[in-house]
């Protein structure tokens, strides 16, 4: 069974940085995708990054690139997402989640994938 745990949001003025992480078990699939999403109140999960896990390609939206960057410890069986220059508008609920292999995950969309955490807040206050 396939269980991620996120932890690491926060809320932050603007301009600062916050480590999410997403702790994976029962995850085994080293060629696909495992990725960031979020959503705020009233709109539509979006994507953030994603990280093909074969060789750590990564993809991201236009609205957080050169601020965020995804990775992963494969050892650790750890996702993660650093958030640099955060500004209110990141201002969301972040999910963690993971694809089957053979998905379009550089996509970024959330109907690709499968398995999903309960979320982590994150607040970026002005």
């Known amino acids: 069974q396939v269980q991620l745990l996120e932890s690491g949001g926060g809320s932050v003025q603007a301009g600062g940085s916050l480590r999410l992480s997403c702790a994976a078990s029962g995850y085994t699939y080293r060629r696909s995708y495992m990725g960031w999403f979020r959503q705020a109140p009233g709109k539509e999960r979006e994507g953030v990054a994603t990280i093909y896990t074969g060789d750590g390609s990564t993809y991201y939206a236009d609205s957080v690139k050169g601020r965020f960057t995804i990775s992963q410890d494969n050892a650790k069986n750890t996702l993660y997402l650093q958030m640099n220059s955060l500004k209110p508008e990141d201002t969301a609920m972040y999910y963690c989640?993971?694809?089957?292999?053979?998905?379009?995950?550089?996509?970024?969309?959330?109907?690709?994938?499968?398995?999903w955490g309960q979320g982590t807040q994150v607040t970026v206050s002005s």
């Open positions: 989640a993971a694809a089957p292999p053979g998905n379009a995950g550089w996509l970024l969309l959330a109907r690709l994938f499968n398995y």
